[in-house]
């Protein structure tokens, strides 16, 4: 069965932290991997990610793909309050004949306080 | 107006009524899903429409029903719904046949079933 498994679920920094969230996946027809940040209600895209090895950079926020060991990380540093939400992971493929669709992790919920 | 839009974005509904929960996406793509988010659950995908065909069908129950009039909307009709199927329903719109597993999700609705 296909799946997304990430770590920790739930974190609690405070400002200027570093934080690594990890996800790991065991799918089928692997073509990318994707990270959301979620803070009140619509998921919003940070990164696609296809090929190992190759780091993703936007600001403090950083990712990086491992296709022979099936993981991810998303790193943020100098976290701040404003970086609060929950953080998900998908991976996307060729599933049930149509693709595009993308298969979601539960999530890591972090907490950045002042 | 851009990105992809629903209403309404909170609704509160009774097992025995009928309502309809309707998404709009202006970025031009081809593909349009709805998801269901539950609490410590990861995003259930539900229904899947490319070019206006459905593609996927996650047995949902029939409680919900799906249309796709075109490319640009997408509706969720829903009758004799269970408490249990409170939850943040979210669309959301991609372009896979360019290659790109990138959704754009909309704001969602807040369903409470009483």
């Known amino acids: 069965e296909d799946k997304v498994v990430q770590s920790p679920l739930s974190l609690v920094v405070h400002e200027g932290d570093t934080v690594t969230l990890n996800c790991s996946y065991e799918v089928t027809n692997f073509r990318s991997l994707l990270w959301y940040k979620q803070e009140k209600k619509a998921p919003t895209f940070l990164f696609m990610l296809t090929s190992s090895g190759i780091e993703k950079k936007s600001g403090r926020l950083s990712s990086i793909l491992d296709k022979k060991e099936l993981f991810s990380i998303l790193n943020i540093t100098a976290t701040q309050t404003g970086d609060s939400a929950i953080y998900l992971c998908a991976v996307g493929g060729n599933y049930g004949g149509s693709q595009g669709n993308l298969i979601f992790g539960k999530g890591t919920k972090l907490s950045v306080k002042p | 107006e851009t990105g992809v839009t629903q209403t309404p974005r909170h609704l509160v509904m009774g097992m025995t009524n009928k309502k309809s929960l309707k998404c709009e996406q202006h970025?031009?793509?081809?593909?349009m899903y709805w998801y269901k988010q539950s609490a410590k659950k990861p995003l259930e995908l539900m229904f899947v429409?490319?070019?206006?065909?459905?593609?996927e069908n996650n047995s949902v129950p029939s409680r919900f029903s799906p249309e796709c009039p075109n490319s640009s909307h997408l509706f969720l009709h829903l009758h004799t719904l269970q408490p249990e199927d409170s939850a943040l329903y979210l669309c959301?719109?991609?372009?896979?046949?360019?290659?790109?597993?990138?959704?754009?999700f909309g704001p969602g609705t807040r369903l409470t079933v009483t």
């Open positions: 429409y490319n070019f206006k065909e459905q593609t």
């Open positions: 959301a719109s991609s372009h896979p046949g360019q290659g790109s597993y990138e959704q754009y």
């Open positions: 970025l031009g793509h081809n593909a």
